[in-house]
DNA sequence: ACCTGAACACCGTTCAAGT
DNA sequence: ACCTGAACACCGTTCAAGT
C-alpha cells in the first residue's frame, strides 16, 4: 500500500525478499529458508535484508501475514453465499481451509507458529483474527435462516473451525488411518451441523 | 529396556542427551537445542552425539517418541472408568490433553511437527497412534452404555480429539478471545457430546 | 536512503585418530 | 565400542565504510 522510494541497487529489495523466501518455503520448507540464500539468489549482499527486516524473525512473521491474508482471500471466496444450506455451506468453508493448508504445507505451518510466538507483533495477530471472521459471518447467517441454535457465532464458529484445523494437524499426509481429509472433513462437518440443530 | 552396555567416559550419554535436550526444549524452545550445546552441558565432545544419533533430527525424532509415550500415560490416566457418564470421562480426557499441551508447549509441538515429517520413523507414528488409542477406547464404553451413537470409535472420537487438538492450535496463550480454554474445551465437548447421541 | 565487505560468534557434519 | 580434535561449509548479526 504503502508507496516505495526510489531503488537504489534492486526495484523493490523488501517484495523481492518476501516472494523469494515464499518460494523457499514452498521448495524445500522452512529449514531451507535463509538469509544469506535469498540475497545471492537476490543478487544482493548477505546484509541487505537488514534494511528492511529486522532480523530474521522479522521477515518470517511478515511472510505469516501475507499466508493470513491469502488464506483470508481464500476464506471469503467459499463464504459466499450461494444459496446452498448451512451444512453445505460450512462444509465448502472446512474445504477451502483443507485446501489452501494442504497447498501451502511449510506456510500454514509457519503461519501458526509465528502467531504463538509470545511476542507475536499485533499486525499478524489482526491478520488472523481476519481470516477467521469468515466462518462466524457463516454461522450467523446459519442462525437467521433457521438452521443454527442461537447462541454467539464466534463461539459455535470455534468449534468447527477447531476441529477442522485439529484435522489437519493430527492427520499424516491428507489422510488419517487410510481415509482422506476431504472425506472426514465432511464427516465431521455434517455431524457437527447435526448437533447445531435448533433443540425444539 | 535395553541394557546398557558399560559406559565409556560418560554414564549414559543417550539417555543424558534426552535428558538434557527435553530441559532445553522446555527453558528456551526448539530454538535453542542445539548437539554443541547438549554437549558442552554435559562435559562430551560435540561429536560424541553422534554415535548414539545419526543427525540432530533423528534427536528430535527419538525426543518426539519420549512425548507421545509421556502423553499416552498422560491420557491412559484420565481415561480410566471411575462411573462418570460418557460427556464427564471425555470432558477429563480432553482437559488431559489440553493440559500436557500447555504444560510443555515446545514439547508438544516438536512431536507433531516430527510427526508430519514425510520420513517420519515408523516408532514415532506407533507411539503417535499410542496415545490416540485411547479417545475410541472411551467412545466405545460410550456405545455400550448407550450414550454413543453407533459407528466406528475410531472416527467418531477423531472428531472430538481433532476439535480438542485444533483449539490448541488457533488459541493463543491458553486462550481465546479472553475466554479461557478449560471453559472452551468443556463446551465445544457439551456440544459435541449432545450431537452424538443415539438418534432415536 | 540504501547497500557493501569484513569480522564475530555461532551451527551441523565429516573424518582421521586415539584408547 | 566409544570418544576426541581439527576441519569444512554453512549460519545470523554487527559495524564501519561507501555512494
Redesign the interface.
Known amino acids: 500500500m504503502k508507496a516505495s522510494p526510489r531503488p537504489y541497487h534492486h526495484g523493490n529489495l523488501r517484495e523481492a525478499l518476501l516472494e523469494a523466501a515464499a518460494r523457499a518455503l514452498e521448495t524445500g520448507g522452512v529449514g531451507s529458508l535463509t538469509l544469506r540464500e535469498l540475497s545471492r539468489e537476490l543478487g544482493v549482499s548477505h546484509t541487505s535484508p537488514r534494511r528492511h527486516f529486522a532480523d530474521k524473525q522479522a521477515l518470517l512473521d511478515a511472510l505469516a501475514v501475507r499466508g493470513f491474508e491469502r488464506l483470508d482471500a481464500v476464506m471469503a471466496r467459499a463464504a459466499k453465499d450461494r444459496g446452498e444450506d448451512f451444512n453445505a455451506r460450512l462444509t465448502r468453508l472446512a474445504r477451502a481451509y483443507v485446501g489452501f493448508a494442504l497447498k501451502h ?1 511449510a506456510w500454514f ?1 509457519l503461519m ?2 509465528a ?2 510466538r ?1 511476542d ?1 507483533p499485533p499486525v499478524l ?1 489482526d491478520a488472523s483474527d481476519g481470516a ?1 471472521a469468515h466462518p462466524p459471518a457463516v454461522f450467523a447467517q446459519g442462525q437467521a435462516a433457521g438452521e443454527v441454535v442461537v447462541g454467539d457465532p ?2 459455535l464458529s ?2 468447527a ?10 492427520s ?2 491428507g489422510q ?2 487410510g ?1 482422506p481429509l476431504d472425506r ?1 472433513v465432511a ?2 462437518i455434517e ?2 451441523v ?3 440443530r435448533p433443540r425444539e
Chains 1, 2 share one sequence.
Open positions: 504445507p505451518g501458526f507458529e502467531k504463538h509470545a507475536a495477530l477467521f464466534a463461539r470455534l468449534g473451525m477447531a476441529a477442522v484445523h485439529g484435522l489437519l494437524s493430527i499424516t499426509n488419517f488411518k481415509i472426514l464427516e465431521i455431524r457437527l447435526w448437533g447445531l
